[in-house]
């Protein structure tokens, strides 16, 4: 069994309109001091899901259902008060706007302190020199300074080095980080990527990172998950994914962004169209609308038929969710003479 | 409705508006799915990525450019004790229908650039001769033409919309304002407008919150381009948006300005989003240019440490998921203060090889290419950067940064926006000329 | 932050000046002839010309606005004419340093008069405002935590109702039937702590300040509900439950110090604004306060009263911008100036 496993997955939201779902069924595994990768656009599920195994949604406004073991508990059957205990404990969360994510009107010592002092019966003094340990580890120069200054007097990686100072100060098993450097500058971003990685091999954490970037995933992940609509529509190692994707909607995003070193005489290839409403999803596929090579599927499938998250045409643990026979060849052949020509020629050669 | 939009003719202009094709093949869809929940660009056989004309004429010329925000004392009389350098001498040339990219991190003053460009800030010193006149003092009722001849995007597509008018109202709104058209004529041009940037043309009584990200973007396009402008200037245009919306909106913005020859100033902080938009690029670095060039020789030789540390820091998924991971320079710290910003050189404090002469005299813009620019004492590709200072000569100083009175400085034009038809081989240590 | 301040309280004098000077320009722009109302009802024009050289009104407006200023920095004498002052020297009154004017139909100073209704508007409003800001917040977080529940919409509508009732009926129900039918409660004479001790002051406190506290309340339960329900989607709200804080903290610490703050502001405004402006209260239940003293001008067309308390509700209105803004400062780490 996995370190943490999560099974069937169900976020739903009840609304006037009608049952939002989220998160559809999702199943992952992370092992100790690994690294997954969840990619996605706005709504689809990665940030509620995540939200989830932390246990943020409140019982009056989601359904929550399935497992999500860690360790072999399964969170979702906890108390409150049990999940509460293991909450910045043993999972622990950053977000992607510190500068949001922290509340202006106390101090950043008081709020790293705060985390330490909810799990740990110590003395605020005890808690205070725990948090100026944890903000020098994290690489905040004069961390005995800086302390006592608030969230508005750091720059943006200052802020989002602090909030993981804040989450790793009770050396958590598990590590969310949802889009932890979408807010900052590049080079900024570079610091803050190769933090994480430090801290993840210093304090062996199983890590989940979740984000739109693609380049960010190919820095960081073993494994990644893509998710469209709710549900996971390709999962595999990072290095299969990256290289031999199976999923229309996988190359897409990979088509559709420039990249510093391709061609710049090649048209960018976009998605068509937007992302599904969550209330009203398509029908069969839920990427179907959207998708250019449906008709190499035989009848309308894609539109009658959700596919199954299985293994494609490569190995056991590469899965994917679409229809097509051979998304091999297609990408072979139509995808990465677009996306990367000088990969194709220089197998030809 | 599934062959609407190829087929329909366009409703045609007075002379004045009529610089759209009859058969406006930028909308044309293939197979549009469902017109009221997609909105295709399909895309247009020979239309790539720009390419810089660098004989074309310059629309735009912004000549040492500098924009400071006062700082305020405390006291009782408030004093100004102090100024933002916000943008601190910046001189560039965007060509009739060209496209320069203006990036860097935050507060490197790349948005307030945008923005004296467009007259929303008078600068504090500097000229920005547009179409041949100098716009950079000119009055609030002169600006009224101007701005049929400059528009802006603007990043966020949520708040740069009024949620209380309609699209039709938005978007028809410069033409009533500009007395363009009669009123009966402005709702078929709104329409047409519409289409072009590939929206439903049955949405103008719709308001903004019933489309999307990437739509409403498409909707602060349409009417940019309702006046038919020379230049636009796009704010970090696709950086709100959804990764697979991106690509859509990117490619629009390619389509509209070689379909109307509109120039382009594009302000990002993603370089392969800018890389892949702009012939030309400026990387500024607190309120100056560091490094201008044009793209292949500023992606592919960048000569300034910041440019390299900047491209090396962007995550590259293609190079990433072929196995080899460029190796990352890392920039120590935080961007400094623009109220007192280092001596010399401004980037000498995140630099890994700045030496004495750095903090002592600040390096100048110096052209070291037909088309390439950079300020850097010590200039050169990544891991060939020369051990001595390579501007020490010019500037009359020795290599530490002090007055060496025995040497003959020369005068050098690299702050002049273009770019001169002789520069300084970095190599020979001459000048140099195609 | 004091240079902050003091610079506030040098636009706020501006400010006053400006409005003493609108205020006399209103008041001689209206049809009313305020001699005539001066000098009583047996009143002949010769008696009338006296009177209106008595309080200056003779003069322009202008020499007489400069005369009010003067005599706000110096003092003056009344009356105002030389000649009659010359003629009845014992009829002479002064008035000292701040003056702010003599009132003929109340034959007192103004600043007397402020000086005796000041004390019950203000024991008004404090124990109004007490009672208000306890129950409003009080009623206001519970009704956001319990968003969307019976609970909820009953202390919604209980509010709405409450707010429905003009002032005038809530006031005239609590005299009629709870002080003098019901006898639950003496009826309400206006005793300072001096003669009554707190208990008394307190007591003769209740059912006045339980009228203006119900008007206020209903609209204190709504915006606290609205400014909590809108700070617990904060993302530094749910940084704290990802931390593990327990509930209580997360609601105490995070979520309501953040909503609170914009209640401060109006606090400060609505104390204000109420110190001179119970008028339905104090008049229903009969208190001297500043609100009477108003009304009581306007009908008489008093202007020394009127510009008195013109410029003193204004000059609470100013200093209260000016604390709100300060406690601003100490709320907010990120308001700090210099």
Redesign the interface.
Known sequence: MAFLSVRDLKVHFPTVDGIVKATDGLSFDLEKGKTLGIVGESGSGKSVSSSAILGLHRKTSAMVSGEILLDGTDLLKLSDEQMRRRRGKDVAMIFQDPLSAMHPYYTVGNQVAEAYRVHHNVSKKVAKARAVEMLDRVGIPQPDRRVDDYPHQFSGGMRQRAMIAMGLINNPSLLIADEPTTALDVTVQAQILDLLQDLQKEFESAVIIITHDLGVIAEMADDVLVMYAGRAVEYGSGNEILTHPEMPYTWGLLSSVPDVTGDTEARLIPIPGNPPSLLNPPSGCAFHPRCAHRDKVPGDLCVTTLPELAPGTRTETHLKRCHLANPDVVYEQEILPEIAPELVEEKQA | MNNKRGDDKLTPLPATANFLPQDDPISRTEDP??QD?????A?IEG???SVADPNAKPILEVRDLKMYFPVK????I?RTIGHVQAVDGVSFQVPEGGALGLVG??GCGKSTTGRMVTRLYEPTSGTITFDGRDISRISTRQLKPLRREVQMIFQDPYTSLNPRHSVGAIIGAPLAIHKVLPRNKILPRVQELLEIVGLNPEHYNRYPHEF?G??RQRIGIARALTLQPKLLVADEPVSAL???????V??LL?DVQREFNIAFVFVA?D???V??FCPEIAVMYLGKIVEIAD??TL?NRPNHPYTQ???????????????G?RE?I??E???PSPINPPSGCRFRTRCPIAQEICARVEPPLLQIGKRHKVACHFAGELGHHPDRPVTAPLLGVDDTGAPDPGATPTTMAGNEPGYSDTWYDLERKTMASA | MYAYVIRRLFVGVIMLIAMSLVTFVLFFASPIDPARYACGKNCSPELREQTRKALGYDKPVVVQWTDFLKGVVQGRDYPDDPELRAAAPELVTHCPAPCFGYSVVNTKTVNEEIKEAFPVSLSISIAALVLWLFFGVLFGVIAAIRRGTVIDRGIVAVALVLYAFPAFFIGLFLLKFIAIKWQLVDVPVYTPIAEGGVGGWLSSLLLPAITLAVLYMAGYVRMTRAFVLESMTEDYVRTARAKGLRSPRVMVKHTMRAALTPLVTLIGLDFAGLMGGAIITETVFNYNGLGKLAYDATLTNDLPTIIGLVLLLGTFVIAANIIVDVLYAVIDPRVRVG
Not at chain 2, 73 to 76: A, E, L, N, V, Y
């Open positions: 799915v469902d929940e997609i909105d295709f660009v895309p239309h790539a990525a004392s405390s006291g009782i408030r991190e935050s999307s990437g739509q959804d990764v697979s919306i991106q690509a859509q990117i490619n390619q902080h370089l392969a989003v890389r892949h793209r292949d992606y540390a900047l491209l090396s820091a962007v995550p590259d998924v293609k190079q990433a998921a072929i196995g991971r990352r890392r920039l710290g935080d961007v």
